[in-house]
């Protein structure tokens, strides 16, 4: 099992469409036993969290965010937690939104110290 999320950074890869998350947002990750949850904003993302829980390397969680616009969001969430050659960790997401139309995939690594 991949070394725990707690206190990590992570940002996404590539942009998504507008209105989710993209290369400037910036997920805070904790993690407490199973149970993980995090924050994120950045982009157009005014605010956002993420909470559920973690079975060895998979995550599980639901999702809401705020928009600069106002409008809001949430969806549904698997994670799979991996480990990069250079030790910082990825997650490979496969997500569902819950609140309108739309899924996909995209891929979130930690941050360099």
Request: aromatic share 8%.
């Given at each position: 099992?991949a070394r725990?999320?707690?206190?990590?950074?992570?940002?996404?890869?590539?942009d998504?469409?507008?209105g989710?998350?993209?290369?400037?947002?910036r997920f805070?990750?904790?993690?407490?036993g199973?149970?993980?949850?995090?924050?994120?904003s950045?982009g157009?993302?005014?605010?956002?969290?993420?909470?559920?829980?973690?079975?060895?390397?998979?995550l599980?969680f639901?999702?809401?965010q705020?928009?600069?616009d106002g409008?809001?969001a949430?969806?549904?969430?698997?994670?799979?937690v991996?480990?990069l050659?250079?030790?910082r960790?990825?997650?490979?997401?496969?997500?569902?939104?819950?609140?309108?139309?739309?899924?996909?995939?995209?891929?979130?690594?930690?941050?360099?110290?």
């Amino acid at each position: 099992m991949a070394r725990s999320l707690d206190g990590l950074v992570f940002v996404p890869v590539a942009d998504q469409a507008p209105g989710q998350v993209g290369r400037e947002t910036r997920f805070v990750y904790h993690e407490q036993g199973d149970r993980i949850w995090a924050e994120y904003s950045g982009g157009d993302v005014a605010r956002g969290y993420l909470v559920g829980t973690r079975s060895g390397d998979g995550l599980d969680f639901r999702y809401v965010q705020l928009r600069h616009d106002g409008t809001t969001a949430s969806g549904h969430c698997t994670s799979l937690v991996t480990e990069l050659p250079d030790g910082r960790l990825r997650l490979a997401e496969t997500w569902t939104w819950e609140s309108q139309q739309g899924s996909g995939t995209s891929l979130v690594e930690q941050l360099s110290a």
